[in-house]
């Protein structure tokens, strides 16, 4: 197959969310990254050059060669064009309330995240601390752009994102007995604060932190204290390097 | 002042480190940022619309009134352009190794940190853990970068970063009895290893970790663990978010 126009409008129409939503795709980009989710996710178009297509087991619905990376710059949304371009399926699970409320396991809640790469950050991270489940408001941004997917690196195929109504599904948590958790400010040390096994870790937006509705059914306000205590020091720390420490701290205990 | 043709050749002379360098200068754009540093560097040029010099407080060798933010466009590196672009002067600090010495505090290593933004994201966490000193390897990103600046979010005002000779420093570090920190897949768990009150902690490349010659010099090899220990995860953690949890385990104790 050759990269026709009508292909190239169609690779380009998945920039857009409601396409890759209608079409239940996402796009990948890149050797290291293509070879992390090849095993994971369903291929439905394969764009490569020869060379990386001579190289490379792949298996994809369809699967388009080209000469020169030189084409690849009608389709790339990186700057400089990579040799393979792929479209996958998106893995398909739905949101099962009552499932995840018997597991008791930790989950993190994401309320309104807006940066694509801190999004893609944090997936890495609940992946790496064994946290299967995120839950995100409808305002986070798009799990499926191209940004996020970047910097994921290929943890999307361990952990599930799931975009909720938030403030009830937190309010259901809470009513059976999960501890919700959020790092405030005026919160307790986390260092010095008991920890449950299971419960919910909500992380807020970049700007503006958790907002008022879901703060109210935050349960346990925690702190990661600066050091020195007294020092002026930033303001705060980025939303995916405090997930990390938060998650660091209860897989720690 | 207006924005003339010779100032608009000199801004965008300015994205190259050479010309950054040779003018011991760097560029800040954006309210929030160029509100961060305002009180801590020294301006050269500001370069902002009516609206903001009414509302702010300034002060600058030169200041270049716009009227219309999209003149903006012909100097900004942001896609979309914010209305102050401010050149500062860097702070002057050398790099005295027998102070450092002398002091016995932590101090983060960086060996050939290559994206802009992770290296302002470990500025902003060693502000906030009051780490004082980052000395890095030649080959790490120009702090000085446009992005770095970005993301460190004025913390850059309270922490120095030095380059240097990586190895030779190291070893003198190492012979004066330091601690060399580094995080390796073999290390020990970083929660269960005795961290000392001062030392050197090294974090690696993104795509390599820590180099060979930088590895020899490392004193006590740790390991932040994934969880569960048994399961398959990410290959590794963003060299922020490790940097994160490095930090925050020597600062609980």
């Not at 690849?72 to 995840?100: A, C, E, G």
């Not at 940004?147 to 361990?158: D, E, H, W, Y």
């Not at 907002?211 to 600066?226: F, G, R, Y």
Request: with cysteine.
């Amino acid at each position: 197959m050759v990269l026709s126009k009508n292909k190239i409008k169609y690779f380009n129409s998945l920039n857009l969310k409601k396409n890759r939503d209608n079409e239940q795709v996402f796009i990948a980009e890149g050797i290291k990254l293509v070879g992390d989710l090849l095993p994971y996710f369903k291929a439905k178009y394969i764009v490569a050059t020869t060379e990386w297509l001579s190289k490379n087991s792949h298996i994809a619905d369809e699967i388009i060669e080209i000469e020169n990376i030189e084409e690849m710059k009608k389709i790339t949304l990186l700057s400089t064009p990579s040799s393979v371009y792929v479209v996958f399926y998106r893995s398909q699970y739905d949101f099962n309330l009552q499932d995840l409320l018997l597991k008791r396991e930790l989950i993190l809640a994401l309320d309104t995240v807006q940066d694509p790469g801190n999004l893609g950050t944090i997936i890495r991270i609940a992946d790496w601390f064994g946290i299967k489940n995120i839950i995100c408001s409808h305002g986070t941004v798009d799990v499926y752009n191209a940004k996020t997917i970047q910097s994921t690196m290929g943890a999307l195929a361990r952990v599930k994102v799931h975009y909720v109504e938030l403030r009830d599904v937190l309010d259901t948590f809470r009513k059976q007995g999960y501890p919700i958790y959020g790092t405030f400010l005026d919160g307790a040390s986390i260092y010095n604060t008991e920890l449950a096994k299971y419960g919910i870790i909500v992380m807020g937006n970049e700007g503006n932190g958790i907002s008022d509705e879901i703060a109210k059914l935050v349960s346990d306000k925690l702190l990661i204290p600066s050091y020195p205590a007294d020092e002026l020091t930033s303001e705060s720390l980025n939303v995916a390097v405090a997930t990390a420490i938060v998650c660091s701290e209860f897989r720690r205990r």
